[in-house]
Nanobody, 117 residues
Framework: QVQLVESGGGLVQFGGSLRLSCAASGSRFSFYAMGWYRQAPGKQRELVAG???????QYADSVKDRFTISRDNTKNMVYLQMNSLKPEDTAVYYCNRDAPSGLAWRWGQGTQVTVSS
């Protein structure tokens, strides 16, 4: 079972930036499409960015042109660069496979991102 550890969250002001990191255990990491998800209080978890094993990316409309997902398969790492942050980006951020929910690995603890206005 792959273990996922997210880090890099924090408190930032409106318009600020953060870079999230996700460390994944397991030797087959590079084969999988990966995604960053977020869950705000009282809302369902949503996929905000995805990256294929080959590096193709896609984004939710709400974060397009502000967030950038990347990966380093040599280090089993996935990153999310978040710029021009808004209060509505406040959530706990998680990484996992970009796949139907039934195929998700065990969820990590996530990392809290709070954007103040």
């Amino acid at each position: 079972q792959v273990q996922l550890v997210e880090s890099g969250g924090g408190l930032v002001q409106f318009g600020g930036s953060l870079r999230l990191s996700c460390a994944a255990s397991g030797s087959r990491f590079s084969f999988y499409a990966m995604g960053w998800y977020r869950q705000a209080p009282g809302k369902q978890r949503e996929l905000v960015a995805g990256i294929t094993s080959g590096g193709s990316t896609q984004y939710a409309d709400s974060v397009k042109d502000r967030f950038t997902i990347s990966r380093d398969n040599t280090k089993n790492m996935v990153y999310l660069q978040m710029n021009s942050l808004k209060p509505e980006d406040t959530a706990v951020y998680y990484c996992n496979r970009d796949a139907p929910s039934g195929l998700a690995w065990r969820w990590g603890q996530g990392t809290q991102v709070t954007v103040s206005s």
